[in-house]
């Protein structure tokens, strides 16, 4: 059985689509108070390692990190509107790359699940 990380094209696809991805974050004004002093290379490992563990079906118990790795940008006021600005950047990327829209729709839906524990409610 294929997974999505698989469906997608694997490790290249993960890997260009976090470069693009964070290519857009750095050149997002209103994201800077929350991305603006970060270990760019560090985070896009953590990235590519926990997209590839969310497509692949592994990334169980996934909100309790994601709430504990977002705290400290919750108390710098990350809300709604931020996290809306991040999964588009994250749609535009996959738009250019080709991304078939159902594994697009797949991808945001598990990125939309997380909207509550990424924002520390």
Avoid: C, W
């Amino acid at each position: 059985m294929t997974t999505l990380y698989d469906d997608i094209g694997g490790k290249p696809a993960v890997n260009a689509a976090v470069d693009i991805f964070y290519s857009k974050i750095s050149n997002t004004e209103s994201l800077n108070p929350f991305f603006g002093n970060m270990d760019y290379p560090q985070q896009r490992g953590k990235m590519k390692k926990f997209l590839t563990l969310l497509m692949s079906g592994q990334a169980e118990n996934s909100s309790e990190y994601m709430r504990s790795s977002h705290s400290h940008l919750s108390e710098k006021g990350l809300n709604d509107g931020h996290f809306d600005t991040v999964g588009g950047l994250l749609k535009e990327t996959l738009e250019e790359l080709s991304v078939p829209t159902n594994f697009i729709d797949q991808i945001l839906g598990a990125v939309e699940s997380l909207r509550d524990p990424v924002l520390n409610r």
